[in-house]
């Protein structure tokens, strides 16, 4: 069973991650990929992940460091400190001052991937749990629900309703990596 789901999970990974339009994202190619999974053994994570009954960013993260430092060179400040202002930046470019290095875009796209369906699959196995998971609004909702307003050097801007699912998608991101880590203090504790 557990071999079962590990290959599930590979495969839902590789589907992710080889999909065309991440791929022109990324600018890699499916070869490279693929290359990337199987070289580091991304059926053994898969079955690791599918085996634990919760999944955290820490583990996922030392996973796929190799994968990652194979893509491009380690930022100064770290993957997921990286990860955390490239976002913040995304989002609000007039106030985050200089943005940071884009050659690391490619394994940026490819962690929040891996995490993405990790997390993913996590739900779907364990089921949906309030302290865990996070359920977004559904269009028909965010349609009806006031505009958000930012402010920036011009005055007052309408930002679109993809703006405020960005917004949800990277406190969602910085909630669960929270949690996630003040379970681990406790746990160590």
Known sequence: MAVRAGLQLYRKLEQNLTDKKFLRKTG????????????????????????????????????????????????????????????????????????PGREYREGKLFLLEVLRTLFAYEEKTEGFSPLRNMELLKDEEIAG?????????????????????????????LLHSMWQDSCWKQDSL
């Open 28 to 99: 890699m190619s499916k070869q490279r990929m693929l290359s990337l999974l199987a070289e580091d053994n991304w059926k053994e994570k898969a079955s690791f992940f599918a085996e634990q009954g919760c999944i955290t960013c820490t583990e996922v993260m030392e996973a796929a460091r190799r994968t990652l430092n194979r893509i491009s060179e380690e930022p100064k400040q770290g993957w997921l400190s990286y990860i955390y202002e490239d976002t913040i930046w995304e989002l609000f470019p007039d106030g985050m001052g200089q943005q």
């Open 145 to 173: 629900s006031v505009s958000i307003i930012f402010w920036n050097s011009c005055g007052l801007e309408k930002r679109s309703h993809r703006t405020i699912r960005q917004v949800i998608s990277a406190v969602y991101i």
